[in-house]
């Protein structure tokens, strides 16, 4: 697996957040104990009890499960984690406006909807 291996050189694990714990996000976390380097660190969706089941039908511990921030809304996250919303992050070549990028999910998250 290509990026298991370029983790390995990371120095930092990675957190990664999830809108929806559905299908999709189902297949990444039946290989989440396999992987290294990669923190589940929020989930959002609208059912918790729903997300908190998919994450156990997936494999992940009791323990793992604990540790994900699970709420309902972007909104909720953005209070929980205290993000300055002026931050920016720079993955590799890449520089992600936290700001922006949550905005843009939100549109899209209320779309869904």
Same mark, same amino acid.
């Given at each position: 697996?290509?990026? @298991?291996? $370029?983790?390995?050189? =990371?120095?930092?694990?990675?957190?990664?957040?999830?809108? *929806?714990? *559905?299908?999709? !996000?189902?297949?990444?976390?039946? &290989? /989440? @104990? &396999?992987? &290294?380097?990669? +923190?589940?660190?929020? %989930?959002?969706?609208? #059912?918790?009890? @729903?997300?908190?089941? @998919?994450?156990?039908?997936? *494999?992940?511990? +009791?323990?793992?499960?604990?540790?994900? #921030?699970? !709420?309902?809304?972007?909104?909720?996250? %953005?209070?929980? $984690?205290?993000? #300055?919303?002026? &931050?920016? %992050? =720079?993955?590799?070549?890449?520089?992600? #406006?936290?700001?922006?990028?949550? !905005?843009?999910? =939100?549109? /899209?998250? /209320?779309?869904? %909807?």
């Amino acid at each position: 697996m290509f990026l @298991n291996t $370029k983790l390995q050189f =990371r120095e930092k694990p990675i957190k990664v957040a999830f809108i *929806g714990c *559905g299908k999709f !996000v189902s297949m990444f976390l039946a &290989q /989440y @104990n &396999q992987l &290294q380097k990669i +923190t589940i660190d929020t %989930i959002v969706d609208i #059912n918790i009890d @729903n997300a908190k089941k @998919n994450c156990f039908k997936s *494999g992940l511990t +009791t323990k793992t499960v604990d540790k994900i #921030n699970l !709420v309902t809304s972007l909104d909720e996250a %953005i209070v929980k $984690k205290d993000i #300055n919303k002026d &931050q920016s %992050i =720079r993955l590799d070549d890449v520089e992600l #406006n936290l700001l922006e990028d949550v !905005v843009k999910a =939100r549109k /899209y998250q /209320y779309d869904l %909807i």
